[in-house]
């Protein structure tokens, strides 16, 4: 028996096919989906509706989805999972970089793409229900509120950059490995081909102001990982 849940899906793409599948697979597993088929009039309806992930096609007519990613983006902190065509790197690092939390390749397995929006969803509630607050240096992290300010000034950031920024700042001064980071935020080890944690990071330093050459928040620990530093 499947248990409704309260999560709404906006499926933007337009092979109606694969959407009419993947729409009934998903509400078969409890989600209520909701469908687009251009990518102009998908920016409205993610600010309008606000749907709790959003599934996002490259290929679109009226505006590509990685333009729909990159406008979005700033204004919409929900999850967004981008689909790949089968191989294409250069989309799928496109979209990380301009702010997806993560990608699927074509074609879709539905079990993967069922575990990968299970787990982009239990990040972004884990963060809804937790009250905690950090404050390391010029950066205060507010885990309930899931904002981020700078020298007080607010940091706008996506589901999956608060996500890493705040398991950093959880372990400020301690090295954490790109397998321990991808185990806790995904539920498995980093398959060492995967770089979407790097990009993330690259993202969040651009965003705190901190040097990717001379980084003072956030160092890279060669041949190891990441690590927040105390330094501050």
């Known amino acids: 028996?499947?248990?409704?849940?309260?999560?709404?899906?906006?499926?933007?793409?337009?092979?109606r096919k694969l959407s009419r599948l993947v729409t009934e697979f998903l509400e078969n597993n409890g989600y209520s989906v909701l469908t687009e088929t251009r990518g102009d009039r998908a920016i409205e309806r993610i600010m309008r509706e606000a749907p709790d992930l959003v599934i996002l096609d490259p290929m679109l007519p009226g505006l590509d989805g990685l333009s729909v990613c990159r406008r979005v983006r700033a204004q919409y902190q929900s999850p967004i999972l981008m689909l790949a065509a089968g191989?294409?790197?250069?989309?799928e690092l496109a979209g990380l970089e301009l702010g997806a939390d993560d990608y699927i390749s074509k074609p879709v397995r539905p079990q993967l793409l069922l575990a990968r929006i299970?787990?982009?969803?239990?990040?972004?509630?884990?963060?809804?229900?937790?009250q905690r607050r950090l404050k390391l240096g010029p950066v205060v992290i507010d885990a309930g509120q899931r904002t981020v300010h700078l020298d007080g000034r607010p940091v706008?950031?996506?589901?999956?950059?608060?996500e890493l920024l705040w398991l950093l700042a959880r372990h400020a001064g301690q090295v954490l490995t790109r397998d321990q980071i991808n185990f806790v935020l995904r539920g498995h080890e980093?398959?060492?081909?995967?770089?979407?944690i790097d990009l993330t990071i690259s993202r969040l330093r651009r965003k705190l102001g901190?040097?990717?050459?001379?980084?003072?928040?956030?160092?890279?620990?060669?041949?190891?990982?990441y690590m927040w530093t105390l330094s501050q």
């Open 156 to 162: 706008e950031v996506t589901t999956a950059e608060f």
């Open 118 to 130: 299970r787990a982009l969803l239990r990040r972004a509630h884990r963060f809804d229900a937790n």
């Open 210 to 225: 901190d040097d990717g050459r001379n980084p003072g928040l956030i160092r890279s620990i060669r041949s190891a990982g």
């Open 190 to 196: 980093w398959d060492g081909l995967d770089r979407s």
């Open 1 to 15: 028996m499947v248990v409704a849940s309260a999560d709404r899906i906006l499926l933007v793409g337009d092979d």
């Open 87 to 91: 191989g294409d790197e250069a989309d």
